[in-house]
Structures are given as structure tokens and as C-alpha cells.
């Protein structure tokens, strides 16, 4: 069979498959009754040197190989974060497992440069409801506020962060010549220093002051 002996060259590399097929949710029966069983076709399954294939496309089996190949048709290489449609056609026409459509688009998802890029394309802040905090100092907001009378350290603003958990705030005075990189180390010295990290910091100020932190 020409078409079997070409799959079988391009699953080198994936002989692990073979043994997991037996504890894969998804193809346990099918691959116990076709290695155990006279009939080398089930349905559209296929056995062939051990691997699983339907309708010729090599069975993949849950485990992290599935995100493997998600990824790296997202964003390995050569891969330009190309939508669900695009990668969920590229996976299909080689391999084959149930929850494909529904791994794409979880993990697609989750990417963090997409994410990034199409919130520089639309000001998201505004449209997107914010994660609801449940820990004090996870979720910080940050405003500033300028053009105050100067003080004798020649400070003419405030930056207010506020935990969306508990409401409180602190006041770090600072100058309006500040740039992002001495609002960062002020938002260390004296935020980071005593509440830690926060996963959210929302500001008034654009998206590339806040990706900056
Ligand atoms: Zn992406």
C-alpha cells in the first residue's frame, strides 16, 4: 500500500505514540480492538506498524504532543499567529484527535502576543470587563495626576495606585518629567516592595506606558 508506507516515513519521531495509544482516553478502544482483533479496519480507523490512523490521517494521542503541534503551527518558527481557521486546517490534513477545534481555540486563546497586538489595535481597556480580584494587591489600578503645586522636592504630581480588592490606595509623589522607566522604579521602591507583584495594573495612561511594567 503506497499510501500507508509514505505516513509511515513522516511519523518517525513519533514512537512514543505507539505505547500511549493503551492509555489515551480518546483511542483506547478502538486501538485495543484493532491490535487484539482480525480486522485491521474499524470504521474509518486503521491500524498500521502500530499506529493509529483515520481516514489516513495519524491519530495524535492526549497528551501534550496535541499542544505541541498547536503551537508551534501558532507561533513556532515561521508561524505568524495565524487564527484558528488556519491552523485547525493545518492540523487536520495530517493528524486527527477529537477535541482538535476545541484545543485550537483554547490554547490560540491564550496567546500572549496576540493578545498584545489587538490591544494596540483597539484601546480594549474600554470594552473588556476586568478579572474580578479575590486577594488584596493582585489587581492594581494607577492614575496620575499632574500639574499640582510644586512641592519642595519639586514634585509636581501624583501617581495614585489603588487595590481593587481592598480600595486602599497609596500616593507616590513624583514629577511630571518623569518617564515611564522612573514611574516603574517608583512603582517598585514603594508598591512591589511591600504588596509584591500584581497580576492586572490597569492605568489611565496608553497601552504602551502599562506594557512597558
Ligand atoms: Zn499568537
Redesign the pocket.
Known sequence: MMVTREMNTEVIGFERLKEDYLDCPDFRETYSALATGDERIIGDFMLEDGYLFRSQKLCITKTSLREFFVWEL??GGLAG?FGQAKIIAAIENRFFWPSLKRDVSRL?KR?H??QLAKQRKQNIDLYTPLPVPNQPWQNVSMEFVLGLPKTIRKHDSVCVVVDRFSKMAHFLPYSKTFDASRIAKLYFDEIVRLHGLPKTIVSDRDVKFTSYF
Request: with cysteine; hydrophobic share 30%.
Open positions: 501558532h507561533a499567529h490560540v496567546c502576543t496576540c
